[in-house]
């Protein structure tokens, strides 16, 4: 009897394995587009000079170098790659690789609006942030230009795409930073999260329409709990921020294009019925990291909104001795939430990750 139960068990666990399997296949390839949070050396091959994430102490955690990856280690596309496990996606601008198993097409300060956008608006950084002619349609025609090494034909294209996955984001921050660096208004950039998610869509939809069968569309960090944000847009008005300590309006751009971007990730589920799209979330993870620290295992340097690199104020973020500038220490233990100002420490990027993976952050989950 005590046999016959455990059989049944055994068959049932085994019907339950069978059925998540069928959920989540086991993916042979990753191909990535996006910005900072997700570049894995782009960057620092394509304008290294000046570039401060190629200087320690970034990478100091993992690779016990820099890499060109803005954290002190890994970021999610790297711990989503290791869990499958897949090897680390390669950057696509690094010559001799085996694209065969992933490309990394993510390049930091990459925008989802055309560089024309920019130019035409007059949107030229004062700061450091030199924009890059890099957006997401540069990232698609790099794709274009790789895709005859990895397929053929339709029916070659199809199969390979059922076993890979298609990350498409994080993408915008580095459209709204560009906007509010040159002196844009609040109500500017809100005026362009549709245009930055429908590109966003757009390059989604040109993918699907090539076959893709697994696609996740990662929303936007809270721009509003950004160190870099927290110390430019300071105010004396403490109904400006909400009960975290962070910009209230700032927070309001990436609720806006989560948003938008959801309502899309719906429409495209619906015009593609037979592929999994997925919204991956960083907003909320962040803010619950921000709100509850300790439970998350974080270290707190006075607040948790504080960064461990960083030269100095109340946030640690100090635009003229930024993270990676000789002289700018990070803290003694990286396991704060966020790294340099902007990007995020690995301990946070790591539970993100096993959120997209477990369905905790993403749904469904990848
Ligand atoms: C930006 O890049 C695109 C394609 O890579 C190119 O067609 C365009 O001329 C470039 N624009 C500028 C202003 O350099
Ligand atoms: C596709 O064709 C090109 C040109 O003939 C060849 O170089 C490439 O290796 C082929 N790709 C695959 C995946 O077979
Ligand atoms: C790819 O998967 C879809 C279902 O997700 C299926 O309809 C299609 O036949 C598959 N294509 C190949 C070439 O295996
Ligand atoms: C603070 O902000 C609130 C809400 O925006 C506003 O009603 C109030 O007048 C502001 N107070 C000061 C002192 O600026
Ligand atoms: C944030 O957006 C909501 C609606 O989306 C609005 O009601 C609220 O006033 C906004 N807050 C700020 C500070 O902009
Ligand atoms: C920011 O860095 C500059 C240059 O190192 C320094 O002079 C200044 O005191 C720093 N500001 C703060 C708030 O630490």
Redesign the pocket.
């Known amino acids: 009897m005590g046999l016959v139960l455990a059989f049944l068990l055994a068959v049932t666990t085994l019907s339950q394995q069978v059925t998540c399997a069928t959920l989540r296949p086991s993916y042979k390839a990753i191909f990535n587009f996006g910005d900072s949070f997700s570049d894995t050396g782009n960057v620092a091959i394509l304008a290294p000079k000046g570039l401060y994430i190629v200087n320690p102490p970034y990478g100091e955690t993992y690779f016990n170098r820099p890499t060109g990856r803005a954290s002190n280690g890994r970021v999610v596309l790297d711990f989503i790659a290791q869990s499958i496990p897949l090897p680390l996606v390669p950057p696509y601008l690094a010559k001799g690789q085996d694209f065969s198993k992933g490309a990394n097409f993510a390049v930091a300060r990459a925008t989802a609006l055309d560089f024309n956008f920019y130019k035409e608006n007059n949107i030229i950084p004062t700061s450091s942030l030199t924009l890059l002619n890099i957006s997401l349609s540069v990232q698609l025609n790099w794709f274009e230009n790789l895709k ?5 034909t339709t029916d ?1 294209c199809n199969l390979y795409f059922n076993s890979s996955l298609f990350l498409l984001g994080t993408i915008g921050f580095s459209d709204y930073n560009t906007m509010l660096t040159a002196g844009k208004t609040l109500d500017f950039v809100n005026s362009k999260v549709p245009d930055v998610v429908g590109s966003i869509t757009s390059a989604a939809t040109s993918l699907l329409d090539q076959g893709v069968q697994h696609m996740v569309l990662p929303g936007v960090v809270p721009l509003g709990c950004l160190p870099r944000i927290l110390t430019t847009y300071v105010s004396p008005n403490l109904s400006d921020y909400d009960s975290i300590g962070c910009l209230q309006r700032y927070n309001n751009i990436s609720q806006y294009h989560n948003r938008i971007l959801q309502d899309a990730v719906k429409q495209l589920q619906i015009e593609f019925p037979k592929a999994v799209i997925s919204y991956a979330d960083y907003y909320q993870p962040i803010t619950e990291f921000l709100a509850k620290p300790i439970l998350y295992g974080f270290t707190v340097n006075g607040s948790p909104l504080v960064a461990c690199c960083g030269g100095g104020g109340p946030y640690n973020y100090n635009s003229s001795a930024v993270c990676g500038q000789s002289g700018v220490a990070a803290c003694p233990d990286p396991t704060t939430v966020n790294w340099d100002g902007i990007a995020f420490t690995e301990k946070a990027y790591n539970i993100i990750a096993n959120g997209w993976r477990n369905g905790v952050f993403a749904i469904p989950p990848i």
Do not use: G, I, Q, R
Not at 148 to 152: A, G, M
């Open positions: 005859p090494s990895l397929c053929n070659a």
